[in-house]
């Protein structure tokens, strides 16, 4: 029987700049060295070229006589073999963590194909290149540097299925099948790619996990907090047979994270918690992006105002005061399905407001992104008169299925990538193709 998977051939198609980035110019360079094609002539006689818009066109700067072209289509090598740190075409500015607090401007090194078009007035770039290559990059831009062989080999792995399986597919409808960013897989290019982690994509060259003879939706996320999310309570659907809650530790305890909450916060064996990691420089390991912490545990204090504001911002509702926070459901880790903010809004009256879905709990309560729906409100007993909410957390992001820093731990305490994988994504079959 064929494997299945989302993915129509072994390319894939990634946004890079998107029309609502805003972007008007950019340049363009490789080394040299590379060897590049494109839809225009006389490509060998540079290696930097600026772009622009220009009445619904692009203007090429940087060729003899300058210009104007429609869209614009360059090409380098992709082979996974070929690659290595900074190799591809370099493009500045493009945007990263786009919408986040943390958005800026980077500049990223791209191998394969860009297709540059103009759409609204934009520029718009979508690079197409091998998955393999892909996901040798995704793996470095999701993890440090300096991870561990089966860390990077395990995240590897769940990169490529994520990106095969396709799954969640938001971007078919633009043109391309995933973005650069966190809303998919972050990918910036070449521009991080280690020999280390060059060599976790060419050993798992292929590798995948499969249920039922498909290519599995691997999902993961920084820090389950203790216990893996159930899919069903984070996304809308039917159950994901091996995106189930389970105790992120080498012992499975009896109950589930939500039965008690205090029992959770005190409990320190999880893969994943701090205490694996007080001699460990987690930022060389994790990533560069938002690392100061294990965020296994955490204490927030959110002034009522940021959340009336954030109250407005999401649905047009203008209150005078927040009075409480009614926790109505929560998923096996402790996650919050769904909420109710009580309040009093500008004529007086007794309101309440329903807010929806982790993600969307997340983005209420903060606007830096809120680590985790998994909290409990410290100051409950006071928040009608308090100015501020006081949360106590757990864990950093969804929690569904890998959880990265648990697989850290797991390959600090020397588990092979095989075991860390069936560990989070249970009664799945590993296989090559
Ligand atoms: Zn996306
Ligand atoms: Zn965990």
Redesign the pocket.
């Known amino acids: 029987m064929p494997i299945s998977s989302g993915l129509n051939n072994d390319q894939i198609r990634v946004g890079i700049v998107l029309p609502e980035d805003k972007i008007h110019k950019i340049s363009v360079s490789w080394s040299s060295q590379s060897k590049v094609s494109g839809n225009l002539p006389d490509l060998g006689s540079t290696h930097n070229l600026s772009l622009s818009v220009e009445a619904g066109n692009i203007k090429v700067n940087g060729l003899r006589g300058g210009q104007r072209v429609p869209d614009l289509t360059l090409q380098c090598p992709d082979k996974v073999e070929s690659l290595s740190s900074g190799t591809g075409f370099q493009l500045n500015p493009v945007i990263a963590g786009r919408g986040f607090h943390w958005e800026k401007q980077i500049s990223v090194n791209l191998p394969g194909e860009l297709k540059i078009t103009v759409e609204e007035g934009h520029l718009k770039i979508i690079n197409t290149l091998n998955v393999e290559a892909y996901v040798a990059c995704v793996a470095t831009s999701e993890m440090g540097a300096d991870a561990p062989a089966d860390l990077l080999a395990a995240q590897t792995v769940v990169a490529r299925c994520w990106s095969m399986a396709l799954a969640e597919a938001k971007h078919l409808t633009e043109g391309f099948d995933v973005c650069n960013d966190d809303c998919c897989q972050r990918y910036q290019g070449t521009s991080f790619l280690t020999k280390h982690s060059l060599q976790a994509a060419m050993d798992t060259l292929g590798e995948v996990l499969l249920w039922d003879n498909k290519v599995i939706d691997a999902r993961y996320s920084k ?4 216990m ?1 999310e159930a899919y069903e309570t984070v996304w809308e659907g039917e159950k994901v047979p091996y995106l189930i809650p389970l105790w ?1 530790a080498p012992e499975q305890r009896s109950g589930q994270a939500v039965d008690n909450f205090e029992d959770l916060w005190n409990y320190e064996d ?3 918690s701090s205490k694996r990691f007080e001699s460990v420089n987690l930022a060389a390991m994790l990533g560069k992006v938002d690392v100061s912490g294990s965020y296994y545990r955490w204490e927030q204090v959110l002034a009522k105002t940021d959340i009336l504001r954030n109250l407005v911002k999401y649905n047009d509702k203008v209150w005078m005061k927040l009075t409480g926070i009614r926790i109505m459901e929560r998923g096996p880790s402790s996650r919050i399905k769904y909420l109710f903010l009580d309040g009093i809004d500008e004529s007086g009256r007794i309101v309440e407001q329903l807010v929806k879905s982790e993600y969307g709990i997340r983005r209420m309560f903060s606007d830096s992104f809120l680590y985790s729906s998994a909290f409990v409100i410290k100051n409950a007993e006071s928040l009608v008169d308090d100015d501020h909410v006081i949360l106590r957390g757990v ?1 950093w992001g969804h ?1 569904v299925g890998l ?1 990265q ?2 697989a850290l ?1 797991m390959a600090l305490a020397n588990i092979g990538y095989r075991d860390i994988l069936a560990h989070y994504y249970p009664g799945t079959t590993f296989t090559k193709i």
């Open positions: 820090n389950c907090g203790g893996l992120d999880a893969y994943c864990g929690g959880c820093m648990g731990g």
